[in-house]
């Protein structure tokens, strides 16, 4: 669990036997034939089979989605489209750009069943007790399929960003300021990264730094904050001006072979941090 995307669930909420019977419909599978991409939920590690874990009593619906992803490196298709190209040429024939797009098609269509597939495990959960849905998403785009994937199940999921109303922005600028407490039980970091609100393109990354020191506050004073290392009894993270959790880590604790033990202490940590976060930011 490296990074979140957290939202409130204006909806019903859905229950552990509806999300097995769409984890069940729609398994992971890898790519076939001219796919570039799949998107499936599987099987959860240590638990015997289980796709759906409830834990921390009834709080938490715990699934994980694989994507199984492939391409072809652009380096690798132009070097046999120009291969292709030469030996036209050379036997005397005219390419045209109809042609070119033709060869360049057939050298995808050639290629990329032979291209290794990455794979990327996608934590899925339902907080049940604080309606709210988290996906282990790296980007928006990918956030954005497993929500497609919920819908096309027929899961009318209706949500909003936790942070939506609150100005995060705003309360972000001010906790690296120090011109605002806080929120409880929480410390500033030392990472973050700045933009200048005249030209956003122009940014400041600052990282293993003192974020009090006087000229670095100096420099944040007049920029927006883009995203503030903040840390908790239990865990580190970055929150993105979107509302989003990056490089979460997390406090080593006991030494537990508990799969669903493990899920449990990581979800509740997050969700304690959401529910600071969010009090502090609606006050």
């Known amino acids: 669990m490296k990074e979140f995307r957290v939202l409130n669930i204006k909806s019903d909420l859905p229950e552990k036997a509806e999300l097995e019977a769409i984890a069940k419909a729609y398994p992971a599978r890898e790519c076939k034939f001219l796919e570039q991409s799949t998107l499936g939920f599987r099987e959860l590690p240590g638990t015997g089979g289980e796709i759906v874990i409830q834990v921390e009593g009834s709080k938490f619906l715990y699934a994980e989605l694989l994507r199984f992803r492939r391409s072809v490196p652009t380096v690798v298709r132009d070097r046999e489209v ?25 050298v995808m269509q050639e290629l990329l069943p032979k291209m290794p597939q990455l794979e ?6 339902i907080d049940q007790h604080d309606k709210r849905i ?22 009318p999921l209706v949500t909003e960003l936790w942070c939506d109303g609150g100005n995060l922005p705003f309360w972000l600028h001010r906790w690296l300021l120090n011109q605002e407490p806080l929120p ?11 933009a200048d ?44 001006f979107d509302g989003a959790f990056k490089n979460l880590r997390f406090n080593p604790g006991e030494q537990c072979d508990d799969f669903a033990h493990e899920v ?3 979800l509740s940590e997050i969700g304690d941090v959401v529910a600071r976060l969010e009090a502090a930011i609606r006050q």
């Not at 750009?97 to 098609?105: G, H, M, P």
């Not at 998403?137 to 096309?152: P, Q």
């Open 82 to 106: 120009r291969k292709r190209i030469k030996k036209l040429v050379e036997s005397g024939e005219v390419v045209t750009k109809k042609l070119r797009a033709t060869i360049k098609d057939e």
């Open 120 to 125: 990327t495990v996608i934590p899925l959960v």
């Open 134 to 155: 988290w996906v282990g998403a790296t980007s928006d785009k990918l956030a954005e399929g497993v929500f497609m994937l919920l819908r096309n199940a027929g899961l």
């Open 184 to 194: 409880e039980s929480m410390l500033l970091g030392e990472k973050a990264k700045l």
């Open 197 to 240: 609100p005249i030209e956003p393109k122009s940014t400041v990354t600052i990282s293993n730094e003192e974020l009090t020191d006087e000229e670095l506050q100096a420099v944040a004073a007049s920029r927006s904050v883009l995203f503030l290392e903040l840390s908790s009894p239990g865990m580190s993270f970055l929150i993105n």
């Open 264 to 266: 449990a202490v990581c």
